[in-house]
């Protein structure tokens, strides 16, 4: 059982990235999937939720416009794509399966936003 992240980098403010993160191990399509992100001295917080099927997203207020949450069921993998960054995006960025009270984490991906 496994989710490996890949994808972060350093990138300047108003740039993109896109953040995948491939499942193995247990049935994807089962699972709703969620991106988090921790900032240095910060409590970890929810970026964004998708449903089993992919038919329903949800954002964090400050990453709404900005985040697109998605998945492919076939290739179990769910992606993060990142625009308009600012500098207080900057974050170990965490994917995390959920099924009622059944969770897996990914290790985490660090994303730089500098100049």
């Known amino acids: 059982v496994q989710l490996v992240e890949s994808g972060g980098g350093l990138v300047q403010p108003g740039g993109s990235l896109r953040l995948s993160c491939v499942a193995s191990g247990f049935t994807f399509s089962n699972y709703a999937m969620r991106w988090y992100r921790q900032a240095p001295g910060k409590e970890r917080e929810l970026v964004a939720t998708?449903?089993?099927?992919?038919?329903?997203?949800a954002y964090a207020d400050s990453m709404k416009g900005r985040f697109t949450i998605s998945r492919d069921n076939v290739d179990n993998t769910v992606y993060l794509q990142m625009n308009s960054l600012k500098p207080e995006d900057t974050a170990v960025y965490y994917c995390?399966?959920?099924?009622?009270?059944?969770?897996?984490w990914g290790q985490g991906t660090l994303v730089t936003v500098s100049s």
């Open positions: 998708i449903t089993s099927t992919g038919i329903s997203t």
């Open positions: 995390n399966a959920i099924r009622g009270d059944l969770e897996v």
